[in-house]
């Protein structure tokens, strides 16, 4: 089984100012911010925010059921089309029976201080896990792209929870 799931999101900055925001390590600081309902921390691993970059995310007791953390490795970043993507290698929904679990971050300019952000997973379940695909959500990059909106904008965090 395999599908995938999105967000758009209208961010009042240039698509440059987002992309300072969601190319690189800066994004995982907003997310252990914003995403504390379930995260309790990130870690760097490797790298300096490029291609190849491991983050591990540590999840709060019972947020991801017995699930503790999660690997995930930077795959692409295209600077000049502002767009990342990441990939679980480890734990997290690895451990719930996925092949793949990716997430892509597509920036686009919509005007001179307007953008837009959105926001896909895409993921694909082994034959033999029996899961249903519904515990794929898009909801925490919805609550980090609103964030990011109010972060570029104000210059300060609120946690939209």
């Given amino acids: 089984m395999e599908g995938q799931v999105w967000h758009e999101e ?28 379930f995260i309790s921390r990130v870690d760097l691993l490797h790298g300096d925010g490029g291609v190849g ?7 709060l007791p019972g947020s991801m059921g017995e699930i ?17 993507e990441t990939e679980v290698t480890e734990g ?3 451990q719930m029976g996925c092949s793949l679990y990716r997430v892509r971050f597509e920036i686009t300019e919509k005007e ?14 082994k034959p033999e896990a029996a899961v249903d695909p519904s515990v794929i959500s898009i909801q925490p990059f919805q ?6 909106n109010n972060y570029l904008i104000n210059k300060s965090i609120t946690n939209p929870n």
Avoid: R
């Fill in 10 to 37: 209208e961010v009042k900055a240039s698509a440059a100012q987002a992309w300072k925001l969601y190319g690189g390590l800066e994004l995982a600081k907003l997310a252990e911010i914003v995403l504390n309902n």
């Fill in 53 to 59: 970059t491991l983050l591990k995310l540590h999840f």
């Fill in 68 to 84: 503790e953390y999660s690997v995930e490795k930077f795959t692409k970043i295209d600077k000049e089309k502002y767009v990342k």
């Fill in 92 to 94: 997290g929904y690895m």
């Fill in 112 to 125: 001179k201080d307007c953008c837009i952000i959105k926001s896909t997973i895409e993921y694909k379940f």
């Fill in 143 to 148: 609550l980090l792209a609103q964030a990011a």
